[in-house]
Structure formats: structure tokens, C-alpha cells
């Protein structure tokens, strides 16, 4: 009993209130993400339209996420972390009150490039927000916890989806927007704005701070370490993205049921669930560059087991393995980008690095269906294991740039704090 209490201590305790507040926002939002993850159900089968139509939905979601992530990142820069969340939110919510009316294919597409051009926004904001207010020794572990809520609010919502639909189709889009409203008033209410302002007090004044070190994004992407942890996350990304893409396609191919299929797909969050915490408090042993290169390969080599064969067994052990190369990667990842930006440009990090998620959301359905339909299933699988273990070797290669760059942020983080206390 002392040990477990021991464990939840470490895992729990020690973070401020406003992350929990930020927590149990993440949570609530994702527990009525009802309409994504079911659009493309919805678009061919309740509004029998083609498959066609629904592959280009969701790239024009992409595309809109691609935008309003950069987007976001600079807003939460210039008009603050809180503001960013709530408008955010609340637009998202709007949008997908909207697409619930959409029928036609030009309303359907406008419908979710608005969707995704709302959605996006929040995510460099709340990243920022969690850098801002849990210190660096325990960043992995604040990523990790909020990973955890994401895919548990997940988890929650697909299997309320039935229930929720009993009431029409359109109830989904509304139970979606209303738990997006009730995360931007937890948000609004119980989470005070962490921008630096006491360092910027104006737009006017963070303009001229930024145009002193010579531009805002162009300061980003000039950081040629980050710029390349950025692209190599995004190869690893259209790898991930095959579990959306390739691998449904393969279970439709070799016969594999509707509820075979979603048995083996809620794997993968019942292992998040069950799992993230206790590898993140392992993993912390590790220099998070090695953490994030071996974790890369290890998705890659989650995709390639799908070589052995065709069976259920074959579909659990690949969802198995690319779950933990996830647990491993996702969290370590945002607390890398959190550690090497500056302070009154983390959004603008944040934004970047969410293109690469927007990005992927794009390319990965585009590359794996293509190849699929083209060549089949074993140049896909040999082509994820091939690209996921050269960026984790890039990953390593880069390691020691970014822990330098990561030292030079500290430091200039830390000089900006005596800089207050001293004015």
C-alpha cells in the first residue's frame, strides 16, 4: 500500500492547480469528440456519399488544421495563451454545429476546412500554457498526464457514441460542441492567462522585442535544430497516421468485421490508459533525444509486423507495438519543443510543431492509401519500418543539437526571470 501511494504521489502530486484545471479541460473536450473520428461513417453511410468525397473531407479538414495551427501558435504569442483557448473552442464548437447541417459536397467541404481552420488553434495554446506553469523537471510528466486525459475522454466518447446516436445523427454534432463549450468555460473561469505579459504588456511592445531579434516565426525557423526535429517528427507522423490510413484498409481487405475492428482499435487506448503513466515514470531514466529515436523505431516496427500474415492475432500484436512506440513519443516530444523555446515564443514553436501533426493528417491517408491501392499491403509496411527507423537515426543525430539548443532556452528563460526581479 505504501508503494502504491508512493507511485500516485509521483505521478499525481506536485503539479499546480491551473494544469489540473487545464486537465480536466482536455478531458472534458475530448469525452464528446463524437464527430471526427465518425465524419467519414457519417459521409458515406447515413449521407451516401462516395468514399472519394469523404477522403477529400478529411484532407480539407487537414488543410485547415495545418493553418490555424500556425495560426494559433502566433495568437498565442501576441494575444495571449487564455484568449486563444477559449476563442478557439468556442469558434470550434460554432463550426461543428455547422457541419451538422451539411449535406451537400461544397457545404460538407466548406463545413470542415471551417472546422479544422477553428480546431487547431487551441492545441499550440494549451502546450504553451503547460510549459508556462509546470516547471522543467516536471514537463514530461504534465505532457504525459494530459496525453493520458486526451485518449481516456477518447476512449469514453466512442463508446457513448452509440448511445448518443439513439437520438439522430445530428445529436452527435451537438453533444461534440457542447462538451468543446463546457472545456472553454472550465478555461474561462478557473484558468487565469500564463503569457508573459509582465515581460510584453503590449502587442505594440512584443512587436518591437521581436523585431529586435529579427522577426517573430523567422526567429522559429531559423532554429535549424528545431526545424529539423520538426521534419522528422512529421516523417514519423505519416508513419503513425497509417493506423487511420493503411491499416483499416488492410483489415477491410482481408475480412476482418466491423467489431473485430473496433475491438483491436480500442487497444490502443485501453494501453494508453493503463500503460502511459508508469513506462513515462520509467522513462525518465533516459535522455529523451534516445527516448524519442528508439520510441520512433519502435512505431515503424509496429507497422511491419503486419507482414507476418493477415490474422486477428497479427492486427493485435501490430497495434500492440506501435501503441508503445506512441506512449513513448508523443509525450516526450512536446516536452522537447516546450524545453527549446524561448518563452514569449512558445506558441509560435508550438504552432510550428503542430504542423507537423496537421501535416500529417494530410499526407498519411494521401501516401498509405495510394501505395495501398496501387501496390498492396507489403510495400506500406516495409516503406513505415524504412522511414521510421531513419528518422529515429536522425533523431539521434540531431540529439545533442537540440539539448543544446534546449540549454540555450533554459538559460535565456531563466535570464528573463532575474531580468524581472531586478526591474
Request: glycine content about 10%; hydrophobic content about 55%; some cysteine.
Amino acid at each position: 500500500m505504501t508503494r502504491l501511494r508512493l507511485a500516485a504521489k509521483s505521478t499525481f502530486g506536485g503539479l499546480p492547480a491551473a494544469f489540473w484545471w487545464v486537465w480536466t479541460g482536455s478531458l472534458v473536450n475530448r469525452m464528446g469528440s463524437f464527430v471526427l473520428p465518425f465524419l467519414a461513417f457519417y459521409i458515406t453511410g447515413p449521407l451516401h456519399r462516395s468514399a472519394a468525397l469523404a477522403g477529400l473531407i478529411a484532407a480539407l479538414f487537414g488543410v485547415g488544421a495545418c493553418i490555424s495551427g500556425v495560426v494559433g501558435g502566433i495568437l498565442t504569442d501576441r494575444v495571449g495563451r487564455k484568449p486563444t483557448m477559449v476563442v478557439s473552442l468556442s469558434a470550434n464548437a460554432a463550426t461543428i454545429v455547422a457541419l451538422g447541417y451539411a449535406h451537400s459536397p461544397a457545404m460538407l467541404a466548406t463545413g470542415a476546412l471551417a472546422v479544422g481552420l477553428a480546431a487547431n488553434a487551441y492545441r499550440p495554446a494549451v502546450n504553451a500554457m503547460i510549459a508556462d506553469i509546470v516547471p522543467d523537471h516536471d514537463r514530461v510528466r504534465a505532457y504525459s498526464l494530459n496525453f493520458w486525459a486526451v485518449n481516456m475522454g477518447f476512449s469514453v466518447s466512442m463508446m457513448l457514441m452509440g448511445v448518443v446516436v439513439e437520438f439522430g445523427y445530428r445529436a452527435l454534432f451537438y453533444a461534440d460542441a457542447a462538451s468543446t463549450v463546457l472545456c472553454a468555460l472550465l478555461i474561462l473561469v478557473f484558468v487565469r492567462d500564463t503569457t508573459p505579459t509582465v515581460v510584453i504588456e503590449s502587442v505594440a511592445a512584443e512587436a518591437a522585442s521581436i523585431d529586435k531579434r529579427g522577426g517573430g516565426m523567422r526567429t522559429v525557423l531559423r532554429d535549424r535544430p528545431f526545424v529539423a526535429f520538426v521534419a522528422t517528427t512529421l516523417v514519423v507522423l505519416v508513419v503513425f497516421g497509417q493506423c487511420n490510413a493503411a491499416q483499416p484498409i488492410a483489415m477491410a481487405h482481408d475480412g476482418i468485421s466491423a467489431a473485430d475492428y473496433g475491438r483491436i482499435s480500442a487497444l490502443n487506448g485501453v494501453m494508453i490508459v493503463l500503460l502511459q503513466l508508469p513506462l513515462t515514470r520509467w522513462l525518465k531514466r533516459f535522455p529523451q533525444g534516445h527516448i524519442l529515436a528508439v520510441s520512433s523505431t519502435v512505431i515503424g516496427l509496429g507497422f511491419a509486423v503486419m507482414l507476418l500474415g493477415h490474422s486477428i492475432a497479427v492486427y493485435v500484436l501490430s497495434v500492440t507495438v506501435w501503441t508503445l512506440g506512441e506512449i513513448g513519443n508523443t509525450p516526450t516530444a512536446s516536452s522537447i519543443v516546450a524545453r527549446m523555446a524561448p518563452a514569449d515564443l512558445r506558441g509560435r514553436y508550438q504552432g510550428l510543431y503542430m504542423l507537423a501533426w496537421s501535416g500529417s493528417s494530410v499526407l498519411a491517408p494521401l501516401a498509405g492509401g495510394i501505395l495501398f491501392a496501387e501496390f498492396g499491403g507489403t510495400p506500406v509496411w516495409i516503406g513505415c519500418l524504412v522511414l521510421a527507423g531513419t528518422a529515429g537515426l536522425m533523431q539521434l543525430r540531431i540529439g545533442s543539437r537540440v539539448e543544446r539548443g534546449i540549454a540555450s532556452a533554459v538559460l535565456a528563460n531563466e535570464q528573463r526571470a532575474a531580468d524581472l526581479v531586478t526591474a
